[in-house]
């Protein structure tokens, strides 16, 4: 009765136009985001001076340093141009699909989305050198501001949706037709530029983005401030649910730091005693979480990966689990989050904010009982989730027998959300099909 | 061809295996690493590095100790160290086991003036440095360099020590008669490495004591360096370490090349640059002993 319940509400969520343009935007925008997040898994994995495999293969001894640097640079770069610029392909797709969900001219609202996008992001008020180079706020470019992107863009595609004309795309165009349809997107354009515009000063002049990044400031603070499990945990559960809404930056703050003082501490005690067993503060929630709560990047979802790989039947699905499975493995899931997608899918919400907590409490409880040490040692960036325990307890044997142990519950408890899924996705395809007016063919 | 079901078991499976087959070697890094830090937390050793002026050799502080180790009660031991021109170290002398404050000096093959060779010793030094970091895993040094030894002191904590600070911590430099501006005298008219040295003195730490002690035989100079280019360290130091103290001994021994063997400067490095014989002997404080950051050393 319930999971009826549960069921009909994804499929009515889902079936939502701005959930149906999240769906496609993000569909579409996958192979970028494969790809980015495997030039990621490189930068963080192999080619950064603090990464796994360049430390424990002795990169810098025997690479010389020209091919070092230059992999380095050129998986950093490639990644930071994807995800960077990632919001202004996510309002064109954003308009495009709108615009094309009403029948409009898509191109031309994709174009004025991402016009508007970079004029709400343009720092109107840094006007030194502004013939020469343009500034804008990159941080509402990126795929941390997914959700804003996208709103940007449905809102682009409504403005062609009542202003528009009706317009089918054809293969050929001859002269008057592009003359009819330049004509035709005059008046939906400029009305998005000037939606674009007012926002832009709008946020300028009531310092939006101050407010913006006072809020991310705050949860940069409370990941520096290595709090305990209890303020951790709610704080961890908001950022999880920020980032599947398409607001990345909390999580990335709250979850950075490591080096701080109440760290250094542990580390201090640790080195001293030989184990982390006693350390001083046992319960700092961004270690557990560092341990615990993420394998596979946030939300666990190497976890998800695997049930997916196992028991998923829809053919490109398994593909993009498939192409993304390495870098989630190593910790860059974001080809994962818009691949599957999780971004903005009702069906993984639950799952991908409580596996992470409910993992770090009973990582906390086993702490508390003594059967495993807490985690004090450093851990180098781009370690495989399930062994981060073990790399952080200085190889604690049963530290790592858990973490495999919790891995494997973890993927238990994703088995029946991805069975759900797959028939929630099959009962979509139906509902689309009925809707385009095929024939239903069971 | 692979069916598909196949493929995603196998892309399972080979991640795993790989998973297993670099946990061997992250095991033993992981080992490996803490040990070092541990060791390195723990250890006791706190070395005085000294580094002679242009044309002298390891054997130039030979006296110095000798005269250090009259005074004190507990006997440093004394390691010299020859960087010869194509990097490799030459050992002489050795630390005693039981020794926490040992000297060590580094002498170079070419002990050339001029500021292209002090910066060919800085580099020199710093092979011989990371070596020692690594074999003698002391968390904490003390500096001293005579004449030109400051300098090559100067330029190493500029563009050097930041490879280390995470775990290592400099406390103390003392620079006997160090030519911050050369031989010139009008403070005006600064030479090319003070230019340098000025330029990146933000990147000297701020827990940093400096002293320099000049040489008064006359009026304006140990007999070989200015007093104004020793003064010139001011223009380094003042306002970005903790404390920059300037002295001048005078009377018998301050001419430039005996001022290590100087009674006064003797006295001022048992009061000023050692640890032993006070009141609380070697409490070894690491200062802010951060998470080691794993950064590929910068090759300069």
Same mark, same amino acid.
Not at chain 1, 127 to 135: E, L
Not at chain 2, 172 to 177: C, D, E, F, R, S
């Given at each position: ?14 079936r ?20 980015g ?32 640097? +230059? ?23 954003g ?13 031309m ?17 840094d ?14 470019l ?14 682009v595609g ?109 580390l ?18 961004n ?33 993009? +689990?498939?192409?993304?499975f ?7 899931n ?22 992470p ?18 985690? +004090? ?35 238990l ?15 979509i ?5 009925e ?6 063919v069971? | ?5 196949r ?22 890094w ?19 590095i000294?580094?002679? /002026? ?11 100790v ?17 960087? %010869? ?16 404050e ?11 003036? /001029? ?6 010793q ?20 003390k ?28 406390? %103390?430099?003392?620079t ?39 040489? /008064? ?82 090759k300069?």
């Amino acid at each position: 009765m319930v999971d009826r319940l549960i069921f009909k509400m994804v499929v009515w969520v889902k079936r939502r136009s701005f959930f149906r343009i999240a769906e496609r935007t993000l569909t579409i925008l996958m192979p970028l985001a494969i790809i980015g997040s495997i030039f990621q898994f490189m930068w963080r994995s192999v080619f950064s001076p603090d990464s796994l495999i360049s430390n424990i293969f002795y990169f810098d001894n025997w690479l010389p340093d020209p091919v070092f640097d +230059a992999a380095w640079y050129a998986s950093q770069g490639l990644s930071s141009v994807i995800f960077n610029s990632f919001g202004l392909l996510v309002a064109y797709f954003g308009a495009q699909y709108t615009a094309r969900y009403y029948h409009k001219d898509a191109q031309m609202a994709g174009i004025a989305g991402m016009l508007s996008l970079l004029l709400c992001a343009y720092r109107f008020q840094d006007t030194s050198n502004f013939n020469i180079t343009m500034n804008f706020n990159w941080r509402f470019l990126g795929i941390h501001s997914f959700l804003f992107a996208l709103v940007i863009g449905y809102i682009v595609g409504l403005i062609f949706r009542f202003w528009g004309v009706d317009f089918h795309h054809q293969h050929t165009e001859n002269s008057d037709r592009i003359e009819w349809r330049a004509f035709a997107s005059f008046r939906p354009t400029a009305i998005a530029l000037l939606v674009g515009l007012v926002i832009g000063i709008f946020t300028s002049i009531i310092q939006v983005r101050m407010i913006a990044s006072n809020v991310y400031q705050f949860f940069q603070n409370e990941g520096q401030n290595n709090l305990n499990l209890w303020t951790f945990i709610p704080l961890l559960a908001l950022a999880l649910f920020l980032n599947w809404f398409g607001i990345g930056e909390p999580l990335n703050s709250l979850t950075a730091n490591m080096g701080s003082g109440t760290n250094v501490a542990n580390l201090n005690y640790a080195l001293e005693h030989g184990s982390s067993w006693n350390i001083p503060n046992k319960f700092v929630g961004n270690a557990l979480y560092q341990s615990y709560g993420k394998f596979g990047g946030s939300g666990v979802l190497l976890a998800l990966l695997i049930v997916i790989l196992l028991v998923y039947k829809h053919d490109n699905t398994n593909k993009v +689990a498939r192409w993304s499975f390495i870098p989630t493995f190593f910790g860059s899931n974001q080809g994962a989050l818009v691949g599957v997608p999780i971004i903005l899918n009702p069906m993984y919400l639950f799952s991908y904010v409580l596996i992470p907590v409910l993992n770090m409490l009973i990582a906390a409880l086993f702490i508390q009982l003594h059967l495993i040490p807490a985690s +004090a040692y450093q851990v180098l960036s781009g370690t495989p989730g399930p062994i981060v325990s073990f790399m952080a307890t200085n190889g604690n044997w049963s530290a790592l027998i858990f973490s495999m142990l919790l891995f494997a519950g973890d993927i238990l408890l994703y088995w029946p959300v991805v069975k759900i899924a797959a028939k929630v996705q099959t009962e979509i395809e139906n509902l689309n099909a009925e809707e385009a007016g095929f024939e239903y063919v069971h | 061809m692979f069916t598909n079901r196949r493929k995603n078991i196998l892309i399972i499976i080979g991640t795993f295996v790989f998973l297993m087959i670099i946990a061997i070697p992250t095991f033993f890094w992981m080992k490996n690493v803490n040990k070092d830090m541990a060791e390195r937390r723990k250890s006791q050793m706190s070395p005085v590095i000294m580094i002679p /002026g242009s044309s002298a050799t390891t054997e130039r502080f030979n006296e110095l100790v000798e005269l250090l180790n009259k005074d004190t009660y507990k006997k440093h031991s004394l390691l010299k160290v020859q960087v %010869k021109t194509d990097g490799k170290l030459k050992y002489t002398g050795r630390i005693n086991k039981n020794d926490n404050e040992p000297f060590i000096v580094v002498g170079f093959e070419n002990n050339h003036d /001029g500021y292209s060779n002090i910066k060919k010793q800085a580099d020199w030094f710093d092979l011989a440095f990371s070596r020692l970091s690594q074999q003698y895993k002391f968390n904490n040094f003390k500096a001293f360099g005579h004449s030109n030894g400051g300098l090559i002191w100067t330029y190493w904590i500029e563009h050097y020590y930041s490879d280390y600070s995470s775990d290592i911590t400099i406390k %103390k430099l003392m620079t006997v008669g160090t030519p911050f501006n050369f031989n010139e005298k009008n403070i005006n008219n600064k030479t090319e490495m003070l230019s340098d040295l000025i330029k990146n003195r933000k990147k000297i730490p701020t827990n940093l004591d400096v002293y320099s002690v000049s040489g /008064g035989q006359n009026y304006e100079s140990d007999g070989l360096v200015p007093e104004s280019s020793v003064a010139a360290g001011k223009y380094i130091f003042q306002n970005q370490v903790k404390h920059y103290t300037t002295m001048t001994v005078t009377g018998e021994d301050a001419q430039h090349s005996s001022l290590p063997q100087n009674k006064q400067v003797v006295q001022l490095i048992e009061q000023y640059l050692l640890d032993s014989d006070k009141q609380n002997p070697a409490k070894n404080n690491p200062g802010n002993f951060k998470i080691k950051q794993f950064h590929k050393k910068t090759k300069k």
